[in-house]
């Protein structure tokens, strides 16, 4: 079973970049369609990004395309989220979520509900 542990998180101003990592330990890490999730504080969780299995494939929330990219790395069992021109607004706690698919299943999932499995989350918090 695959866990993964998440960083990068911090204290940024407005405009400035961060870069998230979700970091798996166990085996056939290429096995796991992933995504990211945010939950800002007093309000519910949301999507932010999905990549699929082989990493070919992305999907964004609407209103981050363009500042936001998604990718992973299996030879180096990490996914990671750029985030480019951060607002206040993007203050939350960020989260990895994972699920394991078929060898030649090239879905992508933009649901919460999809992933039965999570890391603790990483906070992320834009000062204006």
């Known amino acids: 079973q695959v866990q993964v542990v998440e960083s990068g998180g911090g204290l940024v101003q407005a405009g400035d970049s961060l870069t998230l990592s979700c970091e798996a330990s166990g085996r056939a890490f290429s096995n796991y369609a992933m995504a990211w999730f945010r939950q800002a504080q007093g309000k519910e969780r949301e999507f932010v990004a999905a990549?699929?299995?082989?990493?070919?494939?992305?999907r964004y929330a609407d209103s981050l395309k363009g500042r936001f990219t998604i990718s992973r790395d299996n030879s180096k069992n990490t996914m990671y989220l750029r985030m480019n021109d951060l607002k206040p607004e993007d203050t939350a706690v960020y989260y990895c979520?994972?699920?394991?698919?078929?060898?030649?299943?090239?879905?992508?999932?933009?649901?919460?509900?999809?992933?039965?499995?999570w890391g603790q989350g990483t906070q992320v918090t834009v000062s204006s």
């Open positions: 979520a994972y699920r394991m698919v078929s060898p030649f299943d090239d879905s992508i999932f933009v649901s919460d509900g999809n992933y039965p499995n």
């Open positions: 990549i699929t299995r082989g990493g070919g494939r992305t």
